[in-house]
């Protein structure tokens, strides 16, 4: 398996899964499976850094209309930590369940892979362990 560049939308590192020549049910299953938790690991992550880059251009801007900091149309404006710390505070706040909820799932995706690996693995030792019989 090989790893690629990550995602500019998501920041996810896709890996590609290598199909095998003599792959068994459980084998493409498993990879199948692996591919799906990919790619609803990837949609969660691109939707929410979207959803937080958009938040952020919301608060810079309602901060720069509250506080009229900008001396030009052209210059722009800095926040300092402190101030973005405010804005990271309530964005974490405001996703609290969203995040739970995907923690939640994360696991639950991860610990059945965990098992299904599991499975795949002893299921190969069984068959290389008991030859195929006429």
Known sequence: ?????????????????REKSLESPSERYLRQMRRDVQEWNHQFW?????????????????????CKMKESNDEETHLHADELAEFYGQFLND???????????WY?????????????KLN????????NRA
Do not use: W
Not at 108 to 120: G, M
């Open 95 to 105: 996703n609290y369940k969203i995040h739970i909820n995907y923690n939640k799932e």
């Open 1 to 17: 398996d090989d790893v690629g560049q990550p995602d500019p939308q998501s920041n996810i590192r896709p890996f590609i899964l």
């Open 46 to 66: 691109r939707e929410q850094n979207i959803n937080f880059q958009q938040c952020k251009k919301e608060y810079i801007a309602k901060r720069d209309a509250n």
């Open 108 to 120: 639950k995706k991860n610990f059945y892979l965990l098992a299904l690996t599991v499975y795949t």
């Open 124 to 131: 190969t030792v069984y068959r290389k362990m008991i030859p």
